[in-house]
């Protein structure tokens, strides 16, 4: 009898001890809502901003062509604008969840996980830099050797002739792989400047939840 006495005020105890419950729960969801308001709807704002940038770019840059060549430069560059818009669709899309998700228990694993995610297609456009910078230089490689094939051999102003077009194509692969480098550092500054602190602040967010 007194072993159960003894065992019932341990119990006690340790509900004395144990961690207030968090009754607050619904007013914390609610604040951590408000905050995250601001930085999705930059975030957003910096996707739209981004997306026409990269549009008015190219248009300005077909402007520039007058030759027969407008015509599969236009194709390319349509063909970039379309795909850049699958992935800026992709990223405004996620910001548009985050903004939608209903404020309840499942809010922290919910927008964990769409951050995360958010995060992951920001780190991928590094992968999308590289491949445009190689697909660039390729194709104003087959450009000045369909269009212009005097300066198709005129490579950096090495005078080049028939049977060294293996040289022409890997110095401008050359070329684009020394743009990688810069590349990499203005992609990583420019993301870091339009999503990074947006995304620090959402982070900041969440462990306040977690606490």
């Known amino acids: 009898m007194n072993m159960e006495l003894d065992q019932l005020k341990d119990s006690w105890r340790q509900l004395d001890d144990a961690p207030p419950l968090r009754v607050d729960l619904p007013a914390l969801l609610q604040k951590a809502e408000r905050a995250a308001a601001g930085p ?48 800026y669709g992709k990223k405004y899309r996620l910001l548009k969840n985050m903004e939608n998700i209903r404020a309840d228990e499942d809010l ?3 927008f964990t ?5 958010f995060k992951s297609l920001i780190g991928l456009e590094l992968w999308i830099t590289y491949m445009l910078l190689l697909l660039v230089m390729w194709f104003v490689c087959w450009l000045l050797w369909a269009y212009q094939r005097h300066d198709f051999y005129s490579f950096l102003g090495l005078p ?17 792989f020394a743009l990688m480098v810069p590349g990499h550092y203005v992609t990583i500054w420019y993301n870091q400047r339009r999503y990074g602190r947006h995304i620090d602040a959402l982070e900041k967010t969440l462990q306040e939840l977690e606490q």
């Open 40 to 87: 999705l709807r930059r975030m957003k704002r910096n996707v739209l901003l981004q997306s026409v940038t990269l549009v008015i770019v190219y248009v300005l840059a077909y402007t520039q062509f007058q030759g027969p060549e407008r015509i599969p430069v236009g194709v390319f560059y349509l063909l970039m604008i379309l795909t850049a818009g699958v992935y």
């Open 108 to 110: 922290l694993t919910n």
């Open 113 to 117: 996980h769409q951050l995360e995610r």
């Open 160 to 176: 080049l002739h028939r049977g060294q077009e293996a040289l022409v194509v890997g110095g401008w692969t050359l070329c684009a």
